[in-house]
């Protein structure tokens, strides 16, 4: 009769954004108290000052979007809008702390149920709870595939990468300069674990494996054979950034008032090579190609070379492209309008 009480309130009194979560913890901590014998005025005790704190974060909340509000309207165009909202995101992200929380809590639920999982791993600060919860959405979506073994790696990405997402794709891609979705992508920082999932290599040609792909974010890895290059092309109206994850590569790149003929999109047959300056870049570098602006990538070096790429705009698609039905990492899937990534934890 409580909870029925504290929902009815709650629909006045929690904001929309926090209320269906918060529910749902204060059904659980009541059943809970029920299962340990606790009597219903220690239970409305408790459930109470819980709802108490609920309308507190509520408030806070709301006041915080007026700020926001407020500071939005005083800004005279677009691009001010979409720098203070990127400025504002790229502070969201996995700290060393919470990814070692998710690590245990991934090593703990090979074993155990979400709930002893959290009792053993114990943590204490408020901040790990959302990691926490959204590991366990992937774990249990996963699951339900039929993915019984648990990789922590494969978490820890997914909830990298949907981080990226949640913060990239509030925008239309021409809506973001190139530099900011470069500092965007230099945040982002995988294992060498779960990026040799994606490296092939070959003798005749590159090989190019997707991570996963959006609406208008894409992400893949290309391993390069010593002496192997792509030749001089454009993407068009889409933003890159490439981060090198191991070897060095050797990159040109030219701006379309300086192109000295016509190159054109990556997927035609008449590529041409340039053989102008170029820049090397080496391990945990990134470079970053501006719209319509031209490239070319080679691994002039004796050793092997792996690049990380981001693709905001258009999903490559020229003669180089791989599938990865068969060991792809990440399925994409929106359920009520919540995006999460779904990893194959096998």
């Not at 090979?110 to 366990?136: C, D, G, M, N």
């Amino acid at each position: 009769m409580l909870v029925y009480f504290l929902e009815t309130a709650a629909k006045l009194l929690i904001s929309s954004e926090i209320r269906d979560e918060a529910l749902g913890d204060l059904w659980e901590k009541n059943a809970r108290l029920e299962e340990k014998g606790a009597s219903r005025a220690k239970r409305l005790l408790s459930l109470s000052w819980n709802f108490i704190l609920l309308v507190k974060a509520s408030i806070s909340i709301f006041l915080e979007d007026q700020f926001q509000d407020n500071e939005m309207r005083t800004l005279d165009d677009e691009d001010s809008v979409v720098k203070v909202l990127l400025e504002r995101f790229s502070s969201i992200g996995l700290s060393s702390q919470e990814m070692e929380a998710v690590k245990i809590y991934c090593r703990l639920r090979q074993t155990y149920t979400p709930e002893v999982s959290r009792k053993l791993l114990a943590f204490h600060s408020e901040l790990l709870k959302p990691w926490i919860k959204r590991a366990e959405k992937i774990i249990h979506g996963s699951q339900l595939k039929g993915n019984k073994a648990i990789n922590h790696e494969a978490v820890i990405s997914s909830l990298i990468f949907s981080n990226l997402i949640r913060k990239i794709e509030i925008f239309q891609p021409s809506q973001v300069k190139a530099h900011q979705f470069s500092k965007l992508v230099e945040e982002v920082e995988m294992s060498d674990d779960f990026l040799n999932k994606y490296v092939e290599f070959s003798s005749s040609e590159y090989i190019r494996k997707l991570v996963f792909r959006t609406w208008s974010l894409v992400v893949y890895v290309i391993s390069w054979s010593p002496g192997q290059e792509s030749l001089m092309h454009h993407h068009g109206t889409a933003l890159d950034a490439i981060k090198v994850v191991r070897g060095t590569m050797t990159h040109w790149q030219l701006p379309p008032d300086e192109w000295p003929d016509d190159f054109p999109f990556e997927k035609s047959d008449d590529l041409l090579r340039y053989d102008g300056p170029y820049q090397t870049f080496s391990a945990g570098e990134v470079a970053l190609i501006d719209r319509r602006h031209a490239h070319q990538i080679a691994n002039l070096s004796d050793e092997p070379l792996v690049t990380l790429h981001f693709r905001f705009g258009q999903v490559p698609d020229d003669s180089h492209w791989r599938s990865t039905a068969d060991t792809e990492i990440f399925v994409w899937n929106q359920v009520e309008g919540c995006f999460d990534l779904q990893p194959q934890l096998t």
